[in-house]
T-cell receptor, first 114, second 112 residues
């Protein structure tokens, strides 16, 4: 079946520009996660949704970062007034309900802020 | 942000050799996971561990959940060229806090 998809795969933005990154989770998956992965680092948690509810946004680095999942499926991560330090790979993962809630990852969006 | 201690940082081995890598944490985790990430792709789950002391295999891969719940290791036996990539450990706390805490990765290169 279809996995997690993300778009765009690559994004080049000028400093100060707003960007929107999209995640299509696996159909029926209740939970959705966003992670940020800097070059040569492991992913770092940004935020987590269960259905349309954003249950944890403790990892969002600043108020320029905003995520939504209005209908409990597709999610958008928006970064306003991008800065060079925002350059990273943004990974989306989804997981089903159940006791062992494996997270399945998309390919990521590579954001480069010039 | 918080990241786990993962070692070694990189390995360069001959095809056919066995590989071992480990992860330690100052916190207790309820779940330990091992992922592999190829260039330009997202992480792919290799093995999930849910109980202290659990030893689980997936083909040539074997992983264990440490008794203290603060560490885990991954072994790869008889390495092959397609094992090349970056291996990450990740821990998950008990309860409703679902986020994963990640190691910095082990980069594996295999010489055919």
């Amino acid at each position: 079946g279809a996995g997690v998809s993300q778009s765009p795969r690559y994004k080049v933005a000028k400093r100060g520009q707003d960007v929107a990154l999209r995640c299509d989770p696996i159909s029926g998956h209740v939970s959705l996660f966003w992670y940020q992965q800097a070059l040569g680092q492991g992913p770092e948690f940004l935020t987590y949704f269960q259905n349309e509810a954003q249950l944890d946004k403790s990892g969002l680095p600043s108020d320029r970062f905003f995520a939504e999942r209005p209908e409990g499926s597709v999610s958008t991560l928006k970064i306003q007034r991008t800065q060079q330090e925002d350059s990273a790979v943004y990974l989306c993962a989804s997981s089903p309900t159940g006791a062992r809630k494996t997270q399945y990852f998309g390919p990521g969006t590579r954001l480069l802020v010039l | 942000g918080q990241q786990l201690n993962q070692s070694p940082q990189s390995m360069f081995i001959q095809e056919g050799e066995d590989v071992s890598m480990n992860c330690t944490s100052s916190s207790i985790f309820n779940t330990w996971l091992w992922y592999k990430q190829d260039p330009g792709e997202g992480p792919v789950l290799l093995i999930a561990l849910y109980k202290a002391g659990e030893l689980t295999s997936n083909g040539r891969l074997t992983a264990q959940f440490g008794i203290t719940r603060k560490d885990s290791f991954l072994n790869i036996s008889a390495s092959i060229p397609s094992d090349v990539g970056i291996y990450f450990c990740a821990g998950q706390y008990a309860g409703n806090n679902r986020k994963l805490i990640w190691g910095l990765g082990t980069s594996l290169a295999v010489n055919p």
